[in-house]
């Protein structure tokens, strides 16, 4: 009886030894001790990447801090340079206020796309997908899902965890398993748990500010006719500044979708399913594998993009 809850050795203490080994043991006490300890070795394996991917997706919170403060950086040195007289705390609250309005109208914005909302009932299988998903993401509100009539294979979320919505397009549909696109459902998820629309367009519209910054106070530099000798500095960031902060803008991206990456995994049953997805999407895209697409491209090319190269993803996920 005790052999039958896992405790073999103990049972051969208590009774007569039984054949099948030199020893008297039973012969399958070896096989559930060898199984015990590999499904050990799993469990430690699966907890010892799980607590990985806690520790990236605290390194990529306190990256994407960096890029936040550098914007912000950025947006005081050109209001200095431009010699403007407004205080950056008052522009910092406006753009958050007015972040926070557009964030809150997720479904105008998809529309406007033509993007078409997608009932339950008209899409059942994608809906218990996604309320998989959300519960082991503790959302309490499963995202509405819209669908855009696109062959592109293509996702992206909007909106907060009180209002969020998702888009897919007609060719991701048809381009991919069930478990790959709960690896992609898991994706915008997770965006939508770390509030990266909002975050992105917080951040488009500092860079917004620091551009029109740049421009007024390059133009009033020039209307002086100073001393370019004195002016040089001045004039030198205020022409650099609108290009910062687009690699800004686009390091912060990246880090955001290498956090959405990370937590992805722990809301799936099949993490390489995630993986099998991106590498769908690379050859869809660039028709390269991700290992052709990464040597490709050149690190100041991959400073441009939004997103990080699948190759790059890839490995942050292995």
Known sequence: MLQSVGLPGFASQHHAPMLGSPDGRDASDGIRLRAGGSTRRHRNAGELARLRRSLARDLHSQNSERVMAGLIGLLA???????????????????????????????????????????????PALYAILLEICVRAGLKRVPELFLLPFPGMNAYALGGPANACIT?????????????????????????????????????????????????????????????????????????????????????????ELAADSRAIDLIEHPKALVDALCKLEYFHTGLSPLQAHMRDGSLVRALHSHPGTWERIAHLS
């Not at 040195?77 to 403007?84: G, M, R």
Request: charged share 25%; aromatic share 2%.
């Open 77 to 123: 040195l050109c209001e200095n340079a431009s010699e403007k007289k407004r205080k950056p705390e008052l522009s910092l609250a406006d753009i958050q206020r007015k972040s926070r309005a557009a964030e809150g109208r997720p479904h105008d914005a998809l529309r406007a796309f033509g993007a078409r909302p997608l009932r339950c009932v008209d899409a």
């Open 168 to 256: 897919v397009t007609e060719g991701l549909l048809r381009g991919l398993s069930r478990q790959e696109i709960a690896g992609i459902f898991a994706h915008e998820v997770a965006h939508v748990l770390h509030h990266d629309a909002g975050a992105m367009k917080w951040a488009a519209a500092i860079q917004r500010e620091i551009t029109d910054l740049a421009m007024r106070g390059i133009g009033d530099l020039a209307a002086r006719d100073q001393d370019f000798a004195r002016i040089g500095p001045q004039a030198l960031l205020l022409v650099a500044a609108p290009v910062m902060a687009q690699l800004l803008i686009s390091a912060l991206s990246r880090v955001r």
